[in-house]
């Protein structure tokens, strides 16, 4: 009830290209959905966040798309950079919940020149 | 504005042995949680705390706990070292109970039990 499954485990995209990342939650009371970014040694920095009341929010390259019915959302970079190497986390909450965040798996991906 | 601040960076402890990691949240935020970041497993609730007071915890044994000062600075003690305790520990803060809900992670300390 409270997992969050995300795919891929690992990504491999080009410079320039699309990468995609996908979750899907199974709690329909989370309200609240964060991406996270982490680089190596670093803790997870907050990339974009949605509420179900939307399906889409772009925030410069990055665009999350929400899909409450399937409870699915996904994380889209556009014009990937060898920059955005990085592991990507999903998450959700409850903000009920005192917004402690059930996360992905993660997704380690690496945008190759 | 200083981020969420965790000490020590590392810490390496012999199985048995209790280990305690502290944790400052940005200032104004009232909530603290602490994550666990084991290798391949992603980020696991440890606690949370708000206003001095344990709100939720996660599935851990009770030999990991804490506890949150008046300033909101937070502790995590972890009792009876075990090897699989080997991981990242995250700290977040976050301005709870004022209609926001973003997480501010600090930088972690590696535990290693060896």
């Known amino acids: 009830q409270q997992q969050v499954k995300q795919s891929p485990q690992s990504l491999i995209v080009q410079k320039g290209g699309i990468s995609i990342i996908n979750c899907a939650y199974e709690?329909?009371?989370?309200?609240?959905f964060p991406w996270y970014q982490q680089f190596p040694g670093k803790g997870p920095a907050l990339l974009i966040a949605i509420r179900p009341d939307v399906s889409e929010k772009k925030e410069g390259r990055f665009t999350i798309s929400f899909n409450k019915s399937a409870k699915q959302f996904s994380l889209h970079i556009m014009d990937s950079q060898p920059g955005d190497s990085a592991t990507y986390f999903c998450a959700a909450s409850l903000t009920g919940g005192g917004n402690k965040l059930t996360f992905g798996t993660g997704t380690q991906l690496k945008v190759e020149l | 504005e200083a981020g969420v601040t965790q000490s020590p960076t590392h810490l390496i402890k012999t199985r048995g042995q209790q280990a305690t990691l502290r944790c400052s949240p940005i200032?104004?935020?009232?909530?603290v949680y602490w994550y666990q970041q084991a290798l391949g497993l992603g980020l696991q609730f440890l606690l949370w705390y708000d206003e001095g007071e344990e709100r939720n915890r996660g599935n851990f044994p009770p030999r990991f706990s804490g506890r949150q000062f008046p300033n909101y600075s937070s502790e995590l003690n972890v009792n009876a070292l075990e090897l699989e305790d080997s991981a990242l520990y995250l700290c977040?803060?976050?301005?709870?109970?004022?209609?926001?809900?973003?997480?501010?992670f600090g930088q972690g300390t590696r535990l290693t039990v060896v």
């Open positions: 200032s104004g935020h009232t909530s």
């Open positions: 709690n329909t009371a989370f309200d609240y």
């Open positions: 977040a803060s976050s301005p709870y109970g004022q209609g926001r809900t973003e997480a501010f």
